[in-house]
């Protein structure tokens, strides 16, 4: 044991910096797998992060998609219904089977006016396209169920859009 003892005390200042050189590098293991848990530990929440903002955004257009399949089969439905009563209305306006004793007769045109079709429109000059009050009234009609159906899925995209948390 003597000889260890006096190794060491010649070897003091070696034995030091060996003892030092050791604790630095377990120091230095120590911090790096603290860093690299850490590291692991952020890149786990960020990952759970993205994964609950990508099942948002599939949540989100997948209510949004089922609110445009309603209104689209609502509005579906509604022309449809229009497009029935149209000829049905159609029908009943251009039948001429109906009384006419209480009315007074018509006259014929002058001879200085062109005759014309029952009820023509025409849509601008120049545009040979006639349209009848029956088929103006369809695309008003069209026209209108739009509208109300845009305004339909505005507000259902909108309260949905809320309900889930997204603001503009």
């Known amino acids: 044991m003597s000889w260890i003892r006096a190794f060491l005390e010649l070897n003091k200042s070696l034995f030091l910096m060996g003892l030092l050189l050791m604790a630095f590098l377990l120091g230095l293991q120590m911090g790096q797998s603290r860093l690299q848990r850490r590291w692991d ?4 929440t960020v990952q ?5 903002q990508e099942q948002h955004a599939a949540d ?25 009563r149209t000829v049905v209305s159609e029908r009943v306006l251009d039948n001429s089977e109906f009384s006419s004793g209480s009315l007074s007769a018509v006259s014929g045109n002058s001879a200085g006016v062109a005759s014309a ?5 025409s849509i601008a000059q120049g545009i040979p396209e006639v349209k009848s009050c029956a088929e103006l009234i369809y695309e008003a009609q069209i026209t209108t169920l739009m509208l109300v159906e845009l305004q339909k899925w505005v507000r259902a995209i909108s309260e949905s859009m809320t309900e889930v948390g997204v603001t503009r």
């Open 117 to 121: 079709s029952s009820d023509p429109l």
């Open 48 to 52: 759970i992060a993205q994964a609950k």
């Open 41 to 44: 530990a952020e890149k786990q």
């Open 60 to 84: 989100v257009a997948q209510v949004q998609n089922q609110i445009s399949k309603e209104i689209a089969d609502d509005y579906r439905k509604k022309a449809s219904l229009l497009a029935s």
